[in-house]
């Protein structure tokens, strides 16, 4: 039987997954796979982690050239995040022609032409299943499931955090402030959660998945970012009536424009399937010429989704001969031929602050109307006795207009817009 | 670049969305997949097929022998379906030493000991993702991209035809008579409806899950199979009003006791992510020991989706060297040692007719307690003058528990059981 020897890089929450998951299926795998698969060595300078783990000394390594110079390592797993320590890490490992595993989506979306060239020049694999949603096979099934097809779109639930967040806020009327520190309590989000509230996790992903699916490297710095931190309940309550869910979306498309990426707060209608994927669930919809709609669902992250995907990449690893990498055009300047399109269209839920006077109402659809805006809904209620609330949606539109119609509006002495949330069409 | 020559055989629904793709798509898989794809013959008796898709004369094979005898074809495409040809064809083509590609479920789920055997003895590839729920990669999905889990149960909903018309049925209050005809209109049912709506299509394509998910043969006379022929209106209306929506579910689970199949129809909780999914749209949930809960959503037939799973196993035979078959013990008496459990359990829903005298209820209740069923709901309402009508729904319990309490109540002079309903707990 064909015997792999795994040497795991950190042992945090991914790293600790992916040891028990290894250990603890050894037989499994064997039986199943036709593989057997051993942890030789281990990277981690906290001595309790080694220890909650029950992993014996012998195992743990004193540095990296100890675990690259190691013949019986063949499949190294990097879980320790961050670019510091990790990107040398990888290289090294690559560079002593060993496979590499990863879960370090940053790594992987800013440094993936690096790594790559390295890995192909060593005839070495390199993984990336668990970067992007946990344990859901999105990756794989971008790479060998849906291949056949030219996606149109991606459309994806794809942080958990701010899933939590929101579901929280609109299921059970919480403020942000208060959906955020029970997350923090509960462990879905870090002391400083900017990383997640802020979109920079889902845009990590979503450069990535976008890579993949438009089969041309598209930078991090490309992907339009909005976060969830001034999101009020006002404007999840007003959606809510009108029939939608507010989710953060991470948008992926490729029309004749071009290519889009963005990753932003989105109205998403109630019926749609994305709409019920709640709490710390995450979901991927896409949409291909052939297969058309297709919708990928579960835990985007935690110890055992997370090593279930690392360890689904070693066992692939270990049972294909040959390596195959990413499908799309991977150098340093493969985005110079892509045009990326930042006045996207999309419809939009606009609630505006009216001063409750005559004409004030024609000036702002004057305003829309101007900038070539259609309405679809609109609702005014009164606010105080001098102010009046206006929430409407638009049909789609585009981006720009939208920004130039708000910007009139609250250089205007009529009103001022509270808030702009894009909406899914 | 690599040049795959691919013959088709049988250019039906499948068979000619798989033509489509591959001709209209042959340069975009040579940019993004670094291989040529081209259909090289094709096998077909009816002219007018031939000509609607175009397909020049000298591609046109006589026999079959003409394909497996032709250098220049790498894969066949079986996409006759049945088993009188097919099985054949594919034998014959296996053993001419070309990798077949299949998208037909009763053939790979009551001989793929046999086919596999044929492949792997001439170290060629047997693939079979089109089998099974369309464009959907399920199969993919079990060999590559959860295989790194213990898989505890999938539950399905993977025949479009009777979630058309139990959709129908529930969202727009049509008889199952009028849906199953609306159905054959829009060409969702065929002319004999009876392997799609007795079960029979669902279970072909349980047989093969479950032997990827369980690693054991499962075979087809296994699987518990009822239909959805009997199923009315009144029972739909009455689990919508407890919070459930009636769905043909296939499940597949392994517990201690052994490995359970069935296909029937089933009250699935309305928040369950399964009961959002409707029309001729397919999922599957499966839950494994370290990723959890997964579910993949999609088109479960049509001639582009499942020509996208052919198309995708084409290039995943083509970009892959080596090659891997199921991960299921497969060999004739692969299921010797696996103990199949029937008196499965599960929660159940039953609508019975009760004579309206005193005692009545008394009497089915202690029935049901002398088979060890507790009840959670029950609802009585007036039939006429003489009978009422009662609902309830049970906790979990066995299949045997029931089944011994319904012939009781049936053979007691106060009720009439009208139907019995499993219920997803």
């Given amino acids: 039987m064909k015997k792999i020897g795994v040497a795991i890089l950190g042992l945090g929450v991914v790293g600790g997954g992916t040891y028990k998951i290894l250990t603890e299926h050894r037989e499994f795998y064997r039986t199943t796979q036709g593989v057997d698969l051993e942890v030789v060595c281990v990277l981690e300078r906290e001595k309790s982690r080694i220890e909650s783990l029950g992993i014996p000394k012998e195992l743990v390594a004193k540095n990296i050239f100890e675990i690259v110079s190691n013949p019986d390592v063949n499949v190294v797993v990097e879980s320790i995040g961050g670019i510091t320590e990790a990107k040398g890490y990888v290289i090294d490992a690559l560079n002593a022609g060993k496979t590499v595993v990863t879960s370090n989506k940053e790594l992987f979306c800013k440094y993936s032409h690096e790594l790559e060239r390295d890995a192909r020049r060593m005839n070495v694999g390199l993984y990336f299943e668990a970067s992007c949603v946990g344990g859901v096979p999105i990756i794989r099934t971008l790479l060998d499931g849906v291949q056949s097809n030219k996606i149109y779109s991606i459309e994806g639930i794809i942080n958990g955090t701010t899933n939590y967040i929101l579901t929280r806020m609109t299921k059970d009327g919480m403020s942000y402030e208060d959906a955020l520190a029970e997350a923090k309590r509960l462990g879905y989000a870090e ?7 802020e979109g920079f996790d889902a845009a990590y992903k979503l450069s990535i998945l976008s890579s993949l699916a438009f089969h041309t490297k598209v930078p991090f710095a490309n992907v339009f970012r909005e976060g969830i931190s001034k999101l009020t309940r006002e404007d999840i309550d007003n959606g809510r009536g009108l029939g939608y869910v507010l989710k953060l979306l991470a948008v992926g498309k490729e029309t004749e424009r071009g290519v889009e990426v963005r990753v932003h707060p989105t109205f998403v209608k109630s019926t749609h399937p994305l709409a019920g994927v709640d709490g710390s669930f995450n979901a991927v919809y896409l949409t291909g010429d052939s297969v058309g709609e297709v919708m990928l669902y579960g835990r985007g992250a935690g110890e055992l989704p997370t090593g279930s995907a690392i360890v689904s990449d070693i066992i692939y690893a270990s049972t294909h001969d040959g390596n195959r990498y990413s499908t799309f055009k991977n150098t340093e300047d493969a985005d110079k031929d892509v045009k990326f399109v930042t006045d996207f269209e999309s419809a939009y839920y606009l609630r505006l602050t009216v ?32 102010r009046a609330t206006v929430v409407l949606v638009t049909h789609s539109t585009h981006e720009e207009a939208v920004k130039n119609a708000v910007s009139r509006i609250d250089a205007s002495d009529v009103a001022r817009v509270e808030s702009v949330i894009r909406v899914l069409s």
């Fill in 191 to 197: 002391a400083d959660p900017t990383a997640d509230v």
């Fill in 355 to 386: 001063t409750d006077k005559v004409g004030a109402l024609s000036k702002i659809t004057a305003l829309f109307a101007k900038n070539n805006i259609s309405i679809v809904e609109l609702m005014q209620k009164s606010l105080d006795a001098e």
